[in-house]
């Protein structure tokens, strides 16, 4: 069955906030940098006030390797941003104007 | 533009664990009954290992009245689940067998 809901959200951005000790082995977004990225994303979602754009943290979405992560649905599109100019195009591009950054999307695999 | 990535999961469910103290005026979905719900969500799908199907704790989805909340992305649906028994007749009807709960679908507005 197929079944056509109204989405609540045009991008629903979920971001990673999952943090596990000094030298745990799976490592964990917050342990590889994600913490001032979500901060900055945040304000930059807060400052423009998008209609139909939401952030919502989360613990850990399965790919602890390849964080920082954040994932934009409904689209599916998984970013691995590293600096906070990352995200500001992300914004900008993606959010604003509808333009996916193709260099700063990963397709995670365990 | 319109970008096609593939899709790392078939059905993402994010559930809303965000807890405020008794009292405050926004509720919480732990406030209103979510534990044992995910809890449950989290036994039935460890047990039947669907391949594609990965369940995401997170903060706050902004419609706090409207809790006990999960999302199921990238179908972008939304539900109200309030019994044990509705967290079953998801897993099977909807991950397992690919049909949509309707009677436990909402559209959440602020």
Redesign the interface.
């Known amino acids: ?1 197929t ?1 056509e ?5 045009k991008y ?1 951005i ?1 971001t990673c ?1 999952t943090k596990r000790p000094a030298g745990h082995p799976r490592g964990s977004c917050m342990e590889r940098g994600a913490q001032p990225l979500w901060e900055r994303l945040g304000q930059k979602l807060e400052a423009k006030q998008l209609p139909g754009v ?1 952030m ?7 790919f602890c390797q390849a964080g920082p992560l954040m ?1 934009v ?6 970013y691995h941003p590293e600096k906070p100019e990352d995200i500001d195009e992300i914004v900008q591009s993606h959010f604003v104007e ?3 950054v ?1 260099r700063l ?1 990963i ?3 365990r």
Do not use: D
């Open positions: 069955m079944l809901v109204p989405q609540v959200f629903h979920f906030s939401s919502t943290m989360t613990g850990c979405l399965s994932v649905y409904p689209e599916g599109i998984w509808g333009n996916p193709e999307i397709v995670p695999q």
